[in-house]
């Protein structure tokens, strides 16, 4: 089974501090993205990535931008938080077997 | 530009079946997904739809139709457990999976 692991699960942010989510996965898979999903909104592409060092903007980049050093890791930096960017924040995977691997979620909280 | 248009809302019945449906203005068109999603939990794959017609998985099937740009996702024997989000994403011409808002299920007994 794919597993994707985004290792903050909860986090309480000042405005304006840097702020850093992991994502983790373990298939090897080109495609990741990132996610937030805020109430009547649904789930709002920020950035993706293709490969290594690859990266395109999603539909809501402003405020965000993204690492991906290595093909498992992607990694989604708040550089200067504000309260406008409390959200749920899901990476995802994307196999060549067209199924979209979710991870659980990171709820950050900015105050 | 890409529009994903779903219910809000839906309630049904134990035992019943409900249909939500989901109609798409995309540019390019290769695939259609439906996910389920619980409150405070990650949206879990349920159906992947690329051609036309009807694709059954035990009590969930889904439906494409392409030429209409609209989807159905059909749960039969509504059980409790069923009340979740249902989200419909297509990937379009650039192959990034965009999502509909996703439409709130309400099962009561």
């Known amino acids: 089974d794919v597993k994707v692991t985004q290792s903050s699960r909860y986090l309480v942010k000042r405005t304006g501090e840097k702020v850093f989510l992991e994502c983790v996965q373990d298939?090897?898979?080109?495609?990741m993205f990132w996610y937030r999903q805020d109430p009547g909104l649904g789930l709002r592409l920020i950035y993706f990535s293709y490969d290594v060092k690859m990266k395109e903007k999603g539909d809501i980049p402003e405020g965000y931008s993204v690492s991906r050093e290595k093909k498992e890791r992607f990694s989604l930096i708040l550089e200067s938080a504000s309260t406008n960017q409390t959200s749920m924040y899901l990476c995802?995977?994307?196999?060549?077997?067209?199924?979209?691997?979710f991870g659980e979620g990171s709820w950050l909280t900015v105050v | 530009g890409q529009n994903i248009d779903q219910p809000t809302e839906m309630t049904a019945t134990e035992g019943a079946i409900v249909q939500i449906n989901c109609t798409y203005q995309t540019s390019g068109f290769n695939g259609l997904f439906w996910y389920q999603q619980h409150a405070g939990e990650a949206p879990t794959f349920l159906s992947y739809n690329v051609l036309d017609g009807l694709e059954e998985k035990g009590r969930f099937s889904s439906f494409l139709s392409r030429s209409k740009g609209y989807s159905y996702l059909l749960l039969k024997e509504l059980q409790m457990k069923d009340s979740a989000s249902y989200l419909c994403?297509?990937?379009?011409?650039?192959?990034?999976?965009?999502f509909g808002r996703g439409t709130s299920l309400i099962v009561h007994p």
């Open positions: 995802a995977t994307l196999t060549s077997g067209n199924t979209i691997y």
């Open positions: 298939m090897d898979h080109e495609n």
């Open positions: 994403a297509v990937k379009g011409g650039s192959y990034i999976p965009t």
